[in-house]
């Protein structure tokens, strides 16, 4: 398999619940981020690692924990969400962490907090 | 100074005609400038990208144009089909920090038969 995979496709979840997104990237790359991409609005980076270092937590809330065991995968943890955290959870790589390469999205993460 | 601004936000263009969104930037020292496509139900792609020692970049039906004193640079499609019905993002980055790719808001593209 090639690209990044993202897993489940589809979640909803209530207030109080606890789950995890998981993204595996097949590509070899050395840096992996999260994206929260929300109707009419810019794709917003949360999280990004580079060779399994979190190097920049863009002000996301403690609701959302980010865990990468090793350079192909990422985790994002999510518990006591609210409504307004419903959107597509994307992960990405790159070869490059700086943004001066390409990026390589996997399909997302539809999450529906009820 | 960090915005990246695109526009329009929907374009609905006839097949076989070209189709044309702007963006504009701020921060001199992006240096990367790619375009994203994405269909429904996908994360982005990478379409075509481009640095600013050059001007222009053409793939295919697909071209970048560049004009670093006007901070803007835009993507056209040529000869548009239904197939690239989707939504277009731009965006730039460059320097040291690791925030600074940033996207713009999108462009739904709708090409009608």
């Known amino acids: 398999e090639t690209g990044v995979t993202q897993t489940p496709r589809h979640l909803v979840m209530g207030m109080t619940n606890k789950k995890s997104l998981k993204c595996e990237q097949h590509?070899?790359?050395?840096?992996m981020y999260w994206y929260k991409q929300s109707a009419k609005k810019p794709l917003e980076l949360m999280f990004v690692?580079?060779?399994?270092?979190?190097?920049e937590n863009n002000s996301v809330p403690s609701r959302f924990s980010p865990e990468c065991p090793n350079s192909s995968h990422l985790f994002l943890h999510l518990h006591t969400l609210q409504p307004e955290d419903s959107a597509l959870y994307l992960c990405a790589s790159s070869q490059d962490p700086l943004g001066n390469s390409p990026l390589h999205f996997g399909n997302g993460t539809r999450l529906t907090v009820t | 100074q960090q915005q990246v601004k695109q526009s329009p936000q929907s374009l609905i263009v006839q097949k076989g005609g070209i189709s044309i969104i702007n963006c504009a930037y701020e921060?001199?020292?992006?240096?990367?400038f790619p375009w994203y496509q994405q269909f429904p139900g996908k994360g982005p792609a990478l379409l075509i990208a481009i640095r600013p020692d050059v001007s222009e970049k053409k793939e295919g039906r697909f071209t970048i144009s560049f004009n670093k004193s006007a901070k803007q640079f835009s993507l056209h499609i040529m000869d548009s089909q239904p197939g690239d019905s989707a939504t277009y993002f731009c965006?730039?980055?460059?320097?040291?920090?690791?925030?600074?790719?940033?996207f713009g808001p999108g462009t739904s593209l709708s090409v009608i038969p």
């Open positions: 921060n001199t020292a992006f240096d990367y």
């Open positions: 965006a730039a980055s460059g320097g040291t920090s690791y925030d600074k790719v940033i």
């Open positions: 690692y580079s060779l399994e270092e979190r190097v």
């Open positions: 590509l070899g790359h050395n840096a």
